[in-house]
Structures are given as C-alpha cells and as structure tokens.
C-alpha cells in the first residue's frame, strides 16, 4: 500500500512539472540560399526596334571621326540601328538630298548652317570646332593682299565662302576685289592643278590634295589665323519634320555616337588617332596613313562635352557667334536674328546626353 502511494506522489510531480514548464518555440524555416530554379523569370530590358538610317557625310576625316568609332564598337548595333552611308561633296548637296528623302541624317560644315537658319534643316548635335579650311595661293600668290584681283576657286554656301570671305576682309577687300570662280570640291581641286585659277578656298582632304599636287602652292589663310574672331562649326543635321515624328530613332542615333564620340575625341584609346583613321579610311577607300594627317583639321569634342555645353548654354553661345558672322557677310542674304533653339534641337541632345551622363 505505501509502495502504490509513493508511485502515485511521484506521477503527480511529473504532471504539475510539465504543466509548469515552457511550451516549445514553433519550428521556424531558414531563409533560402538557393539559387533560382532554371525555369525562373528574370526581367529583361525592352527590346529596341530595328531600324535602319540613310546617313550621308562629306569624303573626310571630320566628317566620320565618331560615327566610324561608334560603327566599329557596336554601338550603332547596340541601339538596333544598321546605317546606309553615302558619300557627297559639300553640306549644301545633303540638305538637298534630305529634303527629297534619300537621306534621314546628315553631315555639314561651316557653310551649310546657313540653310539650317533659314529652316532647311535642322541642327541634331555639334560633332566639332573646324580648323580644316584653307585659302591656298598658287606660285603668284604669296598672301591675301595678293588675291586682288586674281581669279580664286571657290564653292558658294560651304565652308570654303566662309574662310575666303574672312580672307579678304581681313585686308579689306571683299568678293567684289577678286574674280571669283564658283566650282564644287573636285572641279577646285582640277582647276588649281591644271593653273586655270591663281588661288582657291578648299577643305581637308582637298587641301592637301593642292598642296601635295602643285608646285609652289601654299596656305596662305586657315580657320587657325580667325580663331579669336570666328568659329568654324560642324553638325550633324535631319530634317525639321522628322524631330517629331522619328524623335526616340534621333535619340538612339545620338547616344551612339555620342558614345563614338568620347571613345574617339582625345586620342587616348590603345590604338590613338591612327585608330581612328584607320577605322575611317575603311569607309572612305583610302590609305589610312594619309586619313591620319587630317585627325590635326578639328577641335574633337566628347559626347559628354557637348551634353554638358547644351546645359550650361556653351553650345547655345556657339551658334550664336556662328550666326554673327553670317549676318557681318552682306552676301549671305541674312537680316535679322534666329533664336538657336529655332533650328537647333537642345532637347535632343539633352535626353540622349541624360541617359548617358546624368
């Protein structure tokens, strides 16, 4: 009997012991460290569509420095972009073939910003500051006083009126002191070899075409001796229709060669300025050593450098020194001022300059 009590005092001590005691915490699961399965989703990037764009550029160093950097990285590829290049002697000749439909975007110098004022065109980026242009006498001519009355080559609406113009006033003459022989590029370059003109005003890779081809011929006025009192711009250009209506191609086309741009401008990749030329006298058919001598012709801008000029009002002020000297030259026609952002489109270079830089 005393046994079967102290079995049960025991039991009892059990019981109340357990129901004094702490409930177990619930069973928690780690987190997992695994990775996801194969067949898991992850977001990818919008798909761009592909498109392709007739560009038309001028047979130079200056025209193509970027574009060709930016053709041979990719990064034309990279926007779903393929381009159509077509080669044409002057600005002038581009706009006229934009405005029939043959090219979307285009390539001009100096001269050519004129029909861009007027509403030819419209401006989509700088690519550069010129120093590519030249009036070069023959074995008669051995300065700007020894134009007057001397018969000069020249061709109307480019760069190459520009840098004569600047010549002559510089010694106080105008067109009206020489006689003055309005040609295209190549007919200059013929004229000058063949000593039909005693002088002329030509751009990079034609100068270099007269000077190597002529005996006696030499510089005697280039962009170098105006640079406190003119600038020399150069752009690239689309129909003013087009801003709108093919505005996010504009800006895929800019962020590539912007991109071209900065790998290109300074000449500090592996393969320096010799790369470059290389790259571009593939497109242009030509020795790569003689592309090269022309990397000197222009003050290269990143695509950063002209984001941040549109910003701060650098560009804007550009183009508006550009067309003060339009409106000094009485045989440019021009009257009255145009606000840059008439003709100049800032915003595109701005969102393509964001989505970059910012």
Known sequence: MKKFLALMLALVM???????GEEPAPETEAPSTEAPSEGTETPEEPEVEPVTLNIGYMNNYGSLWGLAAALELGYFEEEGITLELTSFDAG???????????VDIGYIGDGAHKLCVQGNASIIALSHISNGDAVIGGPDVNSIADLKGKT?????????ENILVQALASEGMTMSDITAMDMDASAIVTAMLSEQVDACAIWSPNSAAVLDGMEGAKVIADNVMFADESI????????????ESNHD????FLRAL??????????DNEGGYMEIATWVAVILGTDPNETYKEYTSGDWM???????GVLDGTVTGYYEFQ???????????????????????LDLMTEAGESLYA
């Open 14 to 20: 059990v019981f109340a012991l357990a129901a004094c």
């Open 302 to 308: 990143t695509g950063e450098e002209v984001y941040n």
């Open 152 to 160: 000069v080559a020249y061709s109307s609406g480019t760069t190459s």
């Open 258 to 267: 912007f991109r071209g741009m900065d790998y290109a401008a300074n000449g």
């Open 249 to 252: 191609v504009l800006v895929r």
């Open 92 to 102: 002038p000749t581009i706009i006229a073939a934009m405005e029939n439909g043959s």
């Open 323 to 345: 067309q003060e000297l339009m409106l000094a030259n009485p045989d440019n026609g021009m009257t009255e001022t145009v606000p840059v952002e008439n003709y100049v489109a």
């Open 232 to 243: 020399a711009l150069s752009s690239w250009i689309a129909m003013p229709d087009s801003l």
